[in-house]
T-cell receptor, first 112, second 114 residues
Framework: GDSVTQMEGPVTLSEEAFLTINCTYT??????LFWYVQYPGEGLQLLLK?????DKGSNKGFEATYRKETTSFHLEKGSVQVSDSAVYFC???????????FGQGTTLQVKP | DAMVIQNPRYQVTQFGKPVTLSCSQT?????MYWYQQKSSQAPKLLFH???????NEADTPDNFQSRRPNTSFCFLDIRSPGLGDAAMYLC?????????????FGEGSRLTVL
């Protein structure tokens, strides 16, 4: 079945450091790919999305490119801030079931 | 303005005492979901409605029930909460048609079981 695998956390960075959170997927068909962010005590917010191969999603300085050849959707940010501390979930929308399938989440902690 | 609204944000109940969580949406989306999330783990899908059609996940305990009286509202009923049911419960919606599969989440309802 369809699945998503994220790098394990926690990831601890200093402010202004470069961020990469790896995400790979297994899916049949042509899924849409998403990154959701969850701040402490809150629900999930869509951070960015890509709906087809080679699309680049971007928002708030974060970027991710849909790479069909490597089945990846890695999240990057050039310079993280303390306010980026949160849990990040990679997800795909299964073209078979219509369900959203999440990775296990990666906790990011940014220190001043 | 919030588009998916969950109430209450925080709910404390006693072991075995029924609880109802509510979700309302202003997006007029066909599909509504209920997820359970523990300790920043990935959300676990409990069930979803496609319009009035109810779809239960195979491993969702019978203790969890849901109602969708109209397009805008959906309820999660926990008939006899156990300590293991303490979690964040997330409601989400999705449109159809040209939809990309994106889900819109509420802020969540955090359930504590004493």
């Amino acid at each position: 079945g369809d699945s998503v695998t994220q790098m394990e956390g926690p990831v601890t960075l200093s402010e202004e450091a470069f961020l990469t959170i790896n995400c790979t997927y297994t899916a049949t068909g042509y899924p849409s790919l998403f990154w959701y962010v969850q701040y402490p005590g809150e629900g999930l917010q869509l951070l960015l999305k890509a709906t087809k191969a080679d699309d680049k999603g971007s928002n708030k300085g974060f970027e991710a490119t849909y790479r069909k050849e490597t089945t990846s959707f890695h999240l990057e940010k050039g310079s993280v801030q303390v306010s980026d501390s949160a849990v990040y979930f990679c997800a795909l929308s299964s073209s078979n079931t219509g369900k959203l399938i999440f990775g296990q989440g990666t906790t990011l902690q940014v220190k001043p | 303005d919030a588009m998916v609204i969950q109430n209450p944000r925080y709910q404390v109940t006693q072991f075995g005492k029924p609880v109802t969580l509510s979700c309302s949406q202003t997006l007029n989306h066909n599909v509504m979901y209920w997820y359970q999330q523990k300790s920043s783990q990935a959300p676990k899908l409990l069930f979803h409605y496609y319009d009035k059609d109810f779809n239960n996940e195979a491993d969702t305990p019978d203790n969890f029930q849901s109602r969708r009286p109209n397009t805008s509202f959906c309820f999660l009923d926990i008939r006899s909460p156990g300590l293991g049911d303490a979690a964040m419960y997330l409601c989400a919606t999705r449109g159809t048609g040209l939809n990309t599969g994106e889900l819109f989440f509420g802020e969540g309802s955090r359930l504590t079981v004493l």
